[in-house]
């Protein structure tokens, strides 16, 4: 399994949204992984196991990724409000 690619464009309530679907498939792999340990399959264990640790290092990413985007906007948010306050105190 690969790490998801991440598109630059998107707003971050959809980063936040696919990284809470990541979250869930993780959750799904370790409960299986843990399943098929119970069971004796190791090797069944072992690949779900990894494929629940990329899911989570996908969630991760999705998550620091809309964290970017929000505070990159809020910074920007900020400075139209400074320069707003400049110019009317200019007016």
Partial sequence: MTPIVIDLHEDPA???LEAKR???RM???FKQSYEAFDRGD???AEKLSLRGKTHKANKERL???ASTKIFQGT???GGACRIR???SSLI
Avoid: F, H
Wanted: aromatic share 0%; hydrophobic share 40%.
């Fill in 75 to 77: 910074r920007l948010m």
């Fill in 14 to 16: 959809s980063l936040r």
């Fill in 85 to 87: 306050q400049l110019t």
């Fill in 27 to 29: 959750a799904e792999c």
């Fill in 63 to 65: 998550n620091v990724a």
């Fill in 42 to 44: 190791r090797e069944l």
């Fill in 22 to 24: 990541e979250e869930s």
